[in-house]
């Protein structure tokens, strides 16, 4: 294939941690992208995730040397995991005889703004990609990542690879973006929680919009929005991949729908009041970290991302309950209920709230699983010794 700029948009491919589990992850992926490229006759930009467990064992020893480090030195240590993704993949295409150019987030055009360990994502240049697709037809770039004003990387904060492939799928123009993850799809509820949970084929933009805002891990919010506004419709499919070209979620034109969130790796904070609860909520936003505000019988609640770096000066005034989880109930009209439940009932009760949605499941369901945790590649440590000691504290000697 010509090397030139090309007359079709490119395909845009975003690969998760999880198809990175192993290192054999990049070598399948490598020959996924040349079998595409070979069928699509047109450039590929493939956007990668760190390997599973690298950003969370990163973040474990940052915290054991700094509590609070400064933003710039954090986003330098967090975003390596992608780093290492983007050497290693591009190695991987090499080796299978395709040639791809390995690019930093410089080289993705994204421009962002705020705390350099969560910009927000204010920008796409398409002539940068552009002119790197001049020269070679193949861009393996990191996920979640772009650039300041000074030209420093940033991060968009965790999770965010999803944003980076829609971000630059709407500014080159591409038609459609492809999501792979380590689930069928968009689904009514986590499918590794409740068994009966659907893969739904279609979804709108707002529908898997408000999924996210309540805290469902389908699609980053900010994803949906910027592929919205560039008409690119975000193609969510399951890794490995399967040889069904329909399968996944499309989400774009499709109807509403109702799903289940259990918020299992968050945090329940209880306050006195609900204006404490309101200000602590706008602080955290101003910061680009969003919680889950709700009321209920017993008090006051927010509801946090657990392990969230910068939350915690804005708890102070609350209360966590490490015994209580929240479900939430997302109806396909927008309506959101919530119930808190003991952790331990927490998993029951998803699947309770879930029969209520969908009463017309099979007789005989599948037998239920444990919560499967989220896999970690062996690998995932290359970067890092096992967890290092706290530093003891200087005695003055």
Not at 74 to 97: H, I, K, N, R, W
Request: hydrophobic share 40%; net charge neutral; charged share 25%.
């Amino acid at each position: 294939m010509s090397a030139g700029r090309p007359d079709r948009p490119p395909l845009v491919l975003k690969f998760g941690g999880s198809a990175f589990a192993d290192l054999a992850g990049y070598t399948r992926v490598a020959r996924y992208t040349a079998r595409r490229v070979a069928e699509e006759e047109r450039p590929v930009v493939v956007v990668v995730s760190a390997m599973s467990g690298t950003t969370g064992r990163l973040q474990q020893t940052l915290d054991v040397v700094a509590a609070d480090p400064p933003p710039p030195a954090a986003a330098m240590l967090l975003t390596s995991g992608e780093t290492v993704s983007v050497a290693l993949l591009a190695a991987a295409l090499d080796a299978g005889g395709v040639r791809a150019l390995a690019l930093s987030a410089a080289g993705t055009g994204l421009l962002g703004e705020g705390p350099a360990d969560r910009a927000r994502l204010v920008r796409a240049d398409p002539e940068v990609p552009r002119s790197a697709l001049d020269d070679c037809p193949v861009l393996v770039v990191p996920g979640g990542q772009a650039v300041d004003a000074a030209g420093g990387t940033v991060m968009l904060g965790r999770n965010s690879s999803d944003l980076s492939a829609a971000a630059m799928a709407a500014a080159l123009g591409a038609d459609a973006c492809v999501l792979f993850s380590d689930v069928p799809g968009v689904c009514t509820a986590d499918p590794h929680l409740v068994p009966t949970a659907r893969t739904l084929p279609r979804i709108s933009y707002e529908g898997v919009r408000r999924m996210s805002r309540h805290g469902a891990k389908v699609v980053h919010e900010s994803a949906v929005d910027w592929a919205e506004r560039g008409d690119v419709r975000l193609h969510c499919r399951p890794f490995p991949w399967t040889a069904a070209a329909g399968d996944g979620t499309v989400v774009g034109e499709g109807p509403e729908a109702a799903a289940v969130v259990a918020h299992k790796n968050s945090d329940v904070w209880r306050f006195r009041s609900a204006r404490e609860r309101r200000a602590a909520a706008r602080a955290l936003a101003a910061e680009g970290l969003r919680g889950t505000e709700f009321d209920s019988a017993s008090g006051t609640y927010l509801v946090v991302p657990a392990g969230v770096r910068g939350a915690a000066h804005h708890l102070a005034a609350a209360r966590r309950h490490d015994d209580l989880c929240l479900i939430t109930t997302v109806r396909a009209d927008g309506r959101a209920e919530h119930v808190l439940v003991s952790r331990t009932d927490a998993d029951a009760e998803a699947r309770r709230c879930h029969d209520r949605l969908y009463p017309d499941q099979p007789s005989t369901p599948a037998p239920a699983a444990p919560a499967r945790p989220k896999p970690r590649s062996p690998h995932s440590d290359v970067l890092l010794v096992p967890p290092p000691a706290p530093v003891p504290a200087d005695d003055g000697r």
